[in-house]
């Protein structure tokens, strides 16, 4: 049993608990399906983690004396409880991943909250989850001399191979709303230069007047007049409040779209990146 903290260095820091059965790491498996954003590199890394706090110290005592006595007093719970389980917990999540849209995670500070995915975003978690459980295979065989896990395996690869399909099946789907957003954005691109580059001789236009009241003393530069100043630009450019309501439409309308587009890039290049990941481990 090792306590290894880390204290004071911002993101760097870090307060955990490592055991070792039989020269073998304990992994909680079960983390990857509890947190949204788990990564496989700080999993392994850990048997328990613990807040930032030195109140942390209790839990982190008490789970290494519970594991510690639990291996020595009965060690078939120590197995079912350290290893069985969370290969169960993990895995049977996995299978549940593939037909549902709510989920509950855990946050950092591990308090529980419930999460509901749709559309491409829930293909992009399922495809995340399942495909990253295949990193996790390796460290479930070290465990193959203990206890059976050979069923576990079996069940990962079973996930990845529903999944698949359906993240090639989505990168098409995608693929397809792209060319028709990026089409958009490329129609609309004139009308939005025009109505940007009318926007800024406006506002050329308002700052000159108001430099100039600030000369005339119309009003005092360190305590500017805002309202003052925008009733002189509205009375020499009425036309401005037609516009401005275009204005705001259309830029409004381009700047979404490439919201969505940059959205939807990131979204095909992870799935994709799971895509590939799937077949390369089968092949």
Known sequence: MEIKTNFGYGSASYFYTK?????????PFS??????????SEIIRYSQWHNLENSEWLEAMNYAAEACNLSRDDENKFIEKYIIDECEEMVSELENILNKEEFEFRDQSKRTYTKNIK??????????KISGALDFINKILEYEHI????????????????IQPILAN???VIDIKLKKLLADAEELKPNYLVVVEKYNQYMTEKSKMQNQ?????????????????????????????????EYKKIVSTYT????????????????TTYNKNILLYFN
């Open 19 to 27: 055991l070792k059965y039989k020269d073998i790491e304990i992994t």
């Open 31 to 40: 983390d990857w399906i509890k947190y949204r954003f788990a990564k496989f």
């Open 119 to 128: 559309g491409h975003e829930l293909i992009e978690f399922r495809g995340e």
């Open 147 to 162: 206890v059976a896990v050979k069923t576990f395996i079996e069940r990962i690869k079973a996930c990845n191979k529903i």
């Open 170 to 172: 989505e990168l098409l």
């Open 213 to 245: 009241m600030i000369i005339d003393k119309e009003i005092d530069f360190k305590n500017i007049d805002v309202l003052k100043v925008k009733r002189a630009f509205l009375s020499k450019f009425p036309e401005y409040e037609v516009f401005e309501i």
């Open 256 to 271: 979404t779209l490439l919201e969505q587009i940059e959205n939807l890039k990131i979204v095909f290049e992870n799935i």
